[in-house]
């Protein structure tokens, strides 16, 4: 069992992320707008742009990422087989590597995705 939880790195960063912000206020202030633009609705949805991040978080192997676009994945009400399909195409594109941060996805995901009560 991996020790590693998106919970955990992605209020890690978020962290860090606010001493940036104070210290850093126009890059971060540049950095937030051009996320805003870049995924709100257009000829694409803003699921659908983030699903492409998601993407991009795998194949790049950023853990904080995964964990980040995962989380708004679930705020937007993805489903798991969008998010399983998303992480087909890394795979099928970015070959084991992508594969084995397709996997950590998925660990993401059941880490931080609501749990259905069992009958």
């Known amino acids: ?18 001493t940036l ?4 206020p126009e890059t971060m202030q540049g950095f937030s707008a ?7 609705d257009g000829a694409l949805s803003e699921l659908q742009k ?3 991040a998601l993407a991009i978080a795998v194949t790049q192997r950023c853990d904080a990422c995964v964990g980040f ?12 087989e969008q998010i399983m399909e998303t992480l ?16 950590e996805a998925v660990r993401a995901y059941e880490e931080m995705a609501p749990k259905t009560p069992t009958a």
């Open 21 to 24: 912000r104070k210290e850093t």
């Open 88 to 103: 087909g195409v890394c795979t099928y594109m970015g070959g084991g590597p992508a594969l084995m941060y397709a996997a």
């Open 34 to 40: 051009m996320a805003k633009g870049a995924l709100q």
């Open 1 to 18: 069992m991996s020790s590693k939880s998106f919970v955990q790195i992605t209020t890690d960063v978020s962290k860090a992320l606010a």
């Open 50 to 52: 983030e699903l492409i």
């Open 69 to 80: 676009h995962i989380k708004a994945l679930i705020r937007l009400g993805a489903s798991r």
